[in-house]
T-cell receptor
Framework: SAVISQKPSRDICQRGTSLTIQCQVD?????MFWYRQQPGQSLTLIAT?????????ESGFVIDKFPISRPNLTFSTLTVSNMSPEDSSIYLC??????????FGEGSRLTVL | GEDVEQSLFLSVREGDSSVINCTYT??????LYWYKQEPGAGLQLLTY?????DMKQDQRLTVLLNKKDKHLSLRIADTQTGDSAIYFC??????????FGQGTELSVKP
């Protein structure tokens, strides 16, 4: 298994500001992803965080809005830029381990006023 | 494109069995997953099944996979009030990426 820590666990932000969410894994993992869960909704994949190169974004998500870093095999950050109330969501980091199991962090609950 | 469908609500009595159903569209999925989400919490991996399996049992949980019909189910035996949560079905679409269903809210009444 993998233990995934996310910071912050929750935050309240003002419109127009940016927030960076951190994801730390207790072991080296090849695959790391960022998902968004809007209120009352399911999860949607934002991007794949690639170690040492630019993230791969899914349709509807762009680097300018959601810049992602992945400096090593245990850590990644997701920034939500120029926030609006529509960005209020839970943002979750996930990793794949060698057995094919896919684990999630506890999520970062973001409220934008 | 890929799609995963679940019914939105299920209500059972404590001690009964719960069966949560899911259909998916990508026949090349290698893994199918079940996650549990309690209020205010993240996603807990309950179980997963490899696409070449028909069934997987893990304590009170039984997963059945009908690959021909692209149908997946999760059976929870002896359902308890602590099982009340939202259950998400997800299919892998390659590269470690998942497509999630809408989630089934399970309500367990004493």
């Amino acid at each position: 298994s993998a233990v995934i820590s996310q910071k912050p666990s929750r935050d309240i932000c003002q419109r127009g500001t940016s927030l960076t969410i951190q994801c730390q894994v207790d072991s080296q993992v090849t695959m790391m992803f960022w998902y968004r869960q809007q209120p009352g909704q399911s999860l949607t994949l934002i991007a794949t965080a690639n170690q040492g190169s630019e993230a791969t974004y899914e349709s509807g998500f762009v680097i300018d809005k959601f810049p992602i870093s992945r400096p090593n095999l245990t850590f990644s950050t997701l920034t939500v830029s120029n926030m609006s109330p529509e960005d209020s969501s839970i943002y979750l980091c996930s990793v794949v381990v060698g057995t094919g199991e896919l684990f999630f962090g506890e999520g970062s609950r973001l409220t934008v006023l | 494109g890929e799609d995963v469908e679940q019914s939105l609500f299920l209500s059972v009595r404590e001690g009964d069995s719960s069966v949560i159903n899911c259909t998916y569209t990508d026949s090349s999925s290698t893994y199918l997953y079940w996650y549990k989400q309690e209020p205010g919490a993240g996603l807990q991996l309950l179980t997963y099944i490899f696409s070449n399996m028909d069934m997987k049992q893990d304590q009170r949980l039984t997963v059945l996979l009908n690959k021909k019909d692209k149908h997946l189910s999760l059976r929870i035996a002896d359902t308890q009030t602590g099982d009340s949560a939202i259950y998400f079905c997800a299919e892998s679409i390659g590269g470690g990426k998942l497509i999630f269903g809408q989630g089934t809210e399970l309500s367990v009444k004493p």
